[in-house]
C-alpha cells in the first residue's frame, strides 16, 4: 500500500500541477467564455491562484476515491490536505509581500507548486498514520463541494477584500 499510495499521490501532484498550470490560462484562450470562468483563473488575485490548486485536485480526488474506496478517511483526508494548501498560498504570498514589498512572478508561481506539494505529502503522511478519525466523510466531502461552490460564486461576485483583488489592474473577480 505505501508504494501505491506515494505513486498515487506523485501522480496527484502531476495532475495538480498541470492542470492548475492549464486553468490560468484556460479563460484567457477561451477568449474569456463565461463557461470556463468558473473553474480557471479570471484575474491574478490569490483567490483566484487558489482555484488553480482546488479543481484539479477535487477532480483528482473524484477518480482516486474509486480507488481507495476501503479508506474510510479518504475525505477527511483529503479535506485536510486541500485546506492545507489552500491556505498555505495566501499565507506565503502575503507573508512575502508584507517583508519585502512585492514579489517576482517566479515566485508567485513557486508558492503554487509548493502549496501543492505541501497538500499532498500533508496527505500522504495522514494516509500512512492512520490515525485521522473520520467519524462523517459525508460531512468532509460537502464541505470539499461548498469549497468548490465558493469559488464559482466567488467569480462572479467577489467581495471587496484584498483576498480578491486583482493586483494587475486593481479590479475583483471578471
Known amino acids: 500500500m505505501n508504494r501505491s499510495l506515494s505513486l498515487w499521490q506523485f501522480w496527484g501532484y502531476a495532475v495538480v500541477s498541470l492542470g492548475g498550470t492549464l486553468l490560468h490560462y484556460l479563460y484567457e484562450w477561451t477568449d474569456e467564455s463565461i463557461l470556463a470562468a468558473p473553474f480557471s483563473g479570471v484575474n491574478e488575485s490569490t483567490w483566484e491562484h ?3 490548486l482546488f479543481f484539479p485536485m ?3 480526488s473524484l477518480v482516486q476515491r474509486f480507488f481507495f474506496r476501503d479508506r474510510r478517511d ?3 483526508v483529503r479535506l ?3 485546506l492545507g494548501g489552500l491556505v498555505m498560498i495566501p499565507v506565503l504570498f502575503y507573508t512575502y509581500n508584507g517583508a519585502f514589498g512585492k514579489s517576482p512572478d517566479w515566485l508567485n508561481i513557486a508558492i503554487f507548486f509548493i502549496a501543492g506539494a505541501a497538500a499532498f505529502l500533508t496527505e500522504t503522511r495522514l ?3 492512520e490515525t485521522v478519525r473520520c ?3 459525508a460531512a468532509a466531502f460537502a464541505l470539499l463541494c461548498l ?3 465558493a469559488f464559482v460564486i466567488f467569480t462572479f461576485a467577489p467581495p471587496s477584500l484584498p483576498l480578491f483583488r486583482d493586483p494587475l489592474t486593481g479590479t475583483y473577480g471578471i
Do not use: D, E, N, V
Request: net charge positive; with cysteine.
Open 58 to 60: 477535487f477532480l483528482f
Open 135 to 137: 467519524p462523517f466523510p
Open 74 to 76: 479518504f475525505w477527511c
Open 50 to 52: 487558489m482555484k488553480l
Open 147 to 149: 469549497i468548490g461552490a
Open 80 to 82: 485536510r490536505g486541500t
Open 127 to 129: 494516509f500512512r498514520k
